[in-house]
């Protein structure tokens, strides 16, 4: 049934077929009300409330695709349903262009009415699909802006956390190479150092999440050349070793990249202590990613090796060793040492995408 509520504006200069048309459309459950000329319909639209007009083709002084124009220049004009006497298809063209909603031909016949009620329905149907787009569209857009705000406001706060963050490690690993510096036991200055150096390893993630725009995700490549230089500058007599980076460009998220800043520590700082122990040779890291996506690093030097014995031993044990293996876990890399290398080579490989979060149940 018709909504009693949807008021129709009839504009036609013949006032018997108007009060017809009024008669007929409101036995149908339509309010109408009727207008004279275009002038006056127009004021009459102007005041609103007006949910559809019909409008007449011939009218003295102002023609209806006049009047049509007019209403379609107001800020939310109502449809209309063109009217016309004449069976010329170039009227009801041009009406259409103009932005007419349909167009009835206006007949002495009984088809008239049907046709026009017919087509006020289609255009309120037309009005209203235009609209309940138009609200799903701004819902759209607002949603998308409160997400892109939501994000903004995200990354903002872990940026500001991660500068928070690794100034802390800053202050922690300062203070452990104070403690170093001051304490007369060599063994005790060393575990210090190694301390001071992992810490460092990551706090320099958290130094370049905060000044990146991509709080997700780290430069493993980038990063691994900061770290080298720390490790290089850092060397307990001052002098620089020879480490050597070959890294590809690689995106990891930021828990792998402390992994691998770990264990990338753990293993030069084993090769700065054993590896050259009459002198100082190359240490090379490499960093590349495979065509399946795999990450491949690799730690290696060219001194004694494993089965060197005295002065200093490359043990299998110890606390370095349990750290890669916690970082190999971490990382669920598969691990180990190239036997046939001369030397110390330790190979990782690791996926480069993130694991996916695991749900409570």
Known sequence: ?????????????????????QKGLERRGYTVEIAQNGDSGLRRIEQGGIDVVALDHYMPGQDGLETLARIRALPDPPP?????????SSVAVAALKAGASDYVVKTIGEEFLPLLTAAIEQAIHAVGLRRAKEAAEAEVREARDRFEALAAERALLMR??????????????????????????EDVKSALAGANRRVMAVAQVHRRLYTSDDVQSVALDQYLKGLVEDLRNSAEDGEAHRILLEAEAVEVDPDKAVAVGVVVTELVLNA???????????????????????????????GVGRDETPPAPRSAKGLGRMIVKAMATKLDAEWGQDQSHKGMRVTFGFSGQSRPRQHAA
Do not use: C, F, W
């Open 160 to 185: 500001e956390v991660n500068h928070r963050v690794g100034n802390s490690l800053q202050i922690i690993a300062a203070l452990l190479h104070l403690q170093a510096s001051a304490s007369q036991n």
């Open 80 to 88: 209309v349903v063109y009217v016309t006497g004449t069976q010329e």
């Open 272 to 302: 700065m202590k054993y590896a050259y122990p009459d002198g100082k040779g190359p240490i090379r890291v490499k960093l590349h990613k495979e065509p399946t996506g795999r990450v491949m690093l690799v730690v290696e030097d060219d």
């Open 1 to 21: 049934m018709t909504d009693r509520s949807l008021r129709v504006l009839y504009v036609d200069d013949d006032p018997g077929l108007a009060r017809l048309v």
